[in-house]
C-alpha cells in the first residue's frame, strides 16, 4: 500500500502544480528568460543542496549537454560540482557561503541563478542569490508550499504545492525538464 499510496501522491502533486494556470505562465516566462540569456551568449547557474544539488546538477547537464537531440552545448553549470571548492570555501569561510563566492567570481550581468530550495529557506541558496542580485543577474527559485526566504528575494519564484520533500523534488525535476525541453526547441528547432 505505501508504494501504491507514493506514486498516486506524486501524481496528486502534479495535477495540482498543473491546475494553477499561474505555474504555467511562471514556467514559460523562466525559459524565455533562459532563452534570452543563451542568445546573449549568457549563462545559467544552478545550485541546491542534497536532492536539490542533485536536480541543478541533472537540469545543467540536460542544457549543456543536450536534452532531446543533438544541437550545440549552453552554457549551464551546477555550483557545486567543484568539490575541491566546495570543501575549501565551507572549511575557510562557511557553508553558508559556498555558492555566493562562485558567483561573486563568475555571474555577470545578464547571466540567471536557479535556486532550489525545498524549504525557500536554504542559508546557501539565499546567500547566492543575494550576491546574484548585486551582480545583475536575474534569479529563479523552485521551492515547495512553505513560505520562504526565496519567495520575495527571487524574481521569479515557482511553488510546488506540497510540503512532501519527496513530492517536491519529482515536480521540481518536471519543471526543470519542461524548462530545458522549451528552450531547446526554441533555440534549436527541427525542420519538418
Do not use: W
Amino acid at each position: 500500500m505505501g508504494i501504491l499510496n507514493s506514486i498516486k501522491e506524486s501524481i496528486a502533486t502534479k495535477e495540482q502544480f498543473l491546475n494553477d494556470n499561474n505555474n504555467i505562465n511562471l514556467i514559460q516566462k523562466v525559459a524565455d528568460h533562459c532563452i534570452t540569456t543563451f542568445k546573449n551568449n549568457g549563462k545559467v547557474l544552478l545550485c541546491g543542496n542534497g536532492g536539490s544539488a542533485s536536480d541543478a546538477q541533472h537540469i545543467a547537464a540536460e542544457l549543456s549537454g543536450r536534452f532531446n537531440y543533438d544541437r550545440d552545448p549552453l552554457y549551464a553549470e551546477a555550483l557545486h560540482v567543484n568539490s575541491s571548492y566546495v570543501t575549501a570555501v565551507a572549511n575557510d569561510y562557511s557553508y553558508d557561503d559556498i555558492y555566493s563566492r562562485m558567483i561573486k567570481a563568475a555571474g555577470e550581468k545578464n547571466d540567471i541563478l536557479i535556486g532550489i530550495s525545498t524549504s525557500g529557506n536554504s542559508a546557501n541558496v539565499v546567500n547566492a542569490v543575494i550576491e546574484a542580485k548585486k551582480q545583475g543577474m536575474l534569479t529563479f527559485g523552485l521551492t515547495g508550499s512553505k513560505i520562504g526566504k526565496l519567495d520575495d528575494l527571487v524574481d521569479i519564484c515557482i511553488k510546488v504545492p506540497s510540503k512532501n520533500t519527496a513530492r517536491i523534488q519529482e515536480t521540481h525535476i518536471l519543471i526543470g525538464h519542461v524548462i530545458c525541453e522549451e528552450i531547446e526547441t526554441q533555440l534549436f528547432p527541427r525542420s519538418k
